[in-house]
Structure formats: C-alpha cells, structure tokens
C-alpha cells in the first residue's frame, strides 16, 4: 500500500524559534541574498541617475527604519526625526574637520546623535499621544535654531563641507563607489534591527506599544524602554544623517525642516509600520514617486500648468499619497506584500 505523506497547508509553526525567525523558509532567505548580490551588480548596469536614487532610498531608509522603530514598534511618536537627520549630518562633518577619518565619523555622529536623542527623549517617560507629539515637534525647533546659530559645529549660513571616505587609499569618490558604502550599512542596520526586535528588548518595545499598563504589571520599565527606543532611533537617523552627507559633500541648515520629518512619518505609514521591510519599501515608494510624476510630466509636455506647477504637485502628491494609504491600506505595502505571498502560497486554496 503507498504511504501518503501530508505536508501543512499555510503557516504550521510549532515552537518559538521558528516564529520569530527572520527568514520564514530557505527560499525567503535565498531570495534576499540574491537580492543582495544583484544590488551588487548595479553600478556596472545602472545610470548615474538610477544610483543617485538607490543611494536616496539607503540613507533615507536607514532614517525611516529608525523612525519605525520608535513610531511603529514602542508607540512613541515623533515629529521632530529630520532635526536628529540632520544634527548627524554636522555631527559626522565635524567629526571629519577635527581629522578624524570618514570611517569612523559616521558610527561616531550617530552615536552623538544618541546621546541628545536620549536628552530629547526623557519626556517620553511621563508624556504620551498628543503630549508627546509636541514635545518631540519642541525639538524640531530646538535643533533647528541650534544649526543657524552654532557657527562652530555647522557652519552656520556658510554650511559645513563634508569630505569623501577613503579607506586604505581607495577613495569613494563618485556615486558608483559611494553606492557600496550605503549598501554595506543598509544591510548591516536592517540586519541588526531585524535581530533586535527578536530580543526581549525588542519584545519589551512591542508590549509597550500595544498596551503599556500591561506591560508595566509585567515589570517591563516603561521609562527605560521608551527613552532607549528614541536612543536607537536617533542612532539610525544620525547614520543616515551622515551617509547622507559625505554623499552631497556639503550640508546646510535648509534642507532638515519639518516637512523632511512629515515625509519620514509618510515613508513608515506607507511601508507599513511596525515592519522592518517596510520601512524600505515606504522610502522607495516615496523617493520614487517624485521622479514617476516628473516623468508623467514630460510625456504630457502639451499642458503647460501642469509642467509649472510640476513642484506643487509632487508635494500634493505625497500628502495624497499618506492619506490614500490610511485610507485604504492602513497596514502599508509590507502588509499587502505578505497578503500576495500567502496567497500563492496557499494556491489554489488561497480562500
């Protein structure tokens, strides 16, 4: 008689492990280290135009991702995320200024960017929801008045030069070398924190988000997670801050306002907050959209309000953007990715 062998249909988890494993099945995993090494190929097959905007999304995502984690995974909201950006990005030229290497100035700005991002964070230990909020938009202005007025650490209205990293000699001069040094701390970040939210201070994050009286009961510190959680998320901003600015190679006090911080809340919402692949694929999805209106624009040539009004309407269009996807798809892109993938892997019994 032949045996019949049953395999389980969908998710068949049996222990802890494999339910907080980071690459669900051996394919998941492949697939992403072949992503990996195609996105290593990319500076021989690219333009210089479609690495600039690969290295947009890996300074900006490592910002967003930092974001997500004190927004989407302890609850904690922030409207003052572009200030923390930036401060990393005069942290990591200052740094440079005094002599010290490029390679070791971004982990250091993004380690003072912890420091006062922990200063700026001890009112999340007795503040919540709206409270919060302006308290975290207070250091938005804080910061900024700091940049137009410390000529000593920012240049002041002059700005602050950034040098190129080198690295034994090799300078990372241009945008196809420069693509692997964002590459190499995308990979790097998103693994550590991937990892991080599989520990119990990233489980102790999670408790606090979803019901904080619950998980003090539980005796999960509220004051100390809360004010860590703005620590690693002004850590990854300040990183991004920095990659950010050896890539422009010069830094102003303009470009770190509040509606950078509102388009870092739009890239989480749309990736899908409380998700680590989200956050990428929000920062995408907006970095993106910009350059898909412009294009739109040119085939469209015929209208001219629409070419002069090109500027407008890319800001329009983010802020469409936001509100369609809490509309519509309040659990972002990475949510709808998850539902295609079950899908097809339930075919055809996706019912």
């Known amino acids: 008689m032949a045996s019949i062998s049953l395999r389980p249909c969908g998710d068949f988890k049996t222990d802890y492990k494999s339910d907080t494993t980071i690459f669900p099945t051996r394919w998941s995993r492949n697939f992403c280290i072949l992503g990996v090494l195609a996105l290593c190929g990319a500076p021989f097959l690219l333009t210089g135009y479609h690495l600039n905007l690969l290295i947009q999304i890996g300074y900006y995502g490592v910002a967003a991702l930092g974001l997500n984690i004190l927004v989407g995974f302890t609850g904690q909201i922030s409207l003052g995320h572009s200030a923390f950006f930036g401060f990393g990005a005069f942290a990591t030229a200052w740094i440079h200024s005094k002599g010290i290497p490029v390679f070791f100035s971004i982990p250091l700005a993004g380690l003072m960017t912890t420091a006062v991002g922990m200063v700026f964070g001890l009112p999340a230990g007795r503040l ?189 269009a983010i802020g469409l953007a936001i509100i369609l996807f809490l509309v519509f798809e309040p659990a972002g892109l990475a949510h709808r990715w998850r539902q295609i993938k079950a899908y097809w892997k339930l075919y055809p019994f996706s019912y």
Do not use: C
């Open 128 to 316: 919540k929801g709206l409270y919060l909020a302006i308290a975290t938009l207070a250091s938005q202005f804080i910061l900024q008045d700091f940049f137009s007025r410390a000529d000593w650490f920012t240049g002041g209205s002059s700005g602050a030069i950034a040098g190129h990293m080198r690295v034994f000699g090799f300078e990372f001069s241009n945008d196809a070398r420069y693509f692997y040094v964002v590459l190499a701390y995308v990979v790097v970040l998103y693994t550590l924190a991937a990892n991080l939210m599989r520990t119990r201070d990233g489980r102790a994050f999670v408790a606090v988000r979803d019901h904080y009286l619950s998980a003090e009961i539980m005796g999960i510190n509220l004051t100390k997670y809360r004010i860590l959680s703005f620590g690693i998320s002004s850590f990854y901003a300040g990183i991004g801050g920095a990659l950010f600015a050896h890539y422009l190679g010069f830094v102003s006090v303009e470009g770190f306002d509040i509606l950078l911080s509102i388009q870092f809340l739009g890239m989480i919402i749309i990736g899908g907050l409380g998700s680590i692949m989200g956050s990428l694929m929000g920062t995408a999805f907006l970095v993106l959209l910009p350059e898909v209106m412009e294009s739109a624009a040119k085939m469209l040539k015929g209208v001219p309000a629409l070419t002069a009004g090109l500027p407008y309407l890319k800001q329009i």
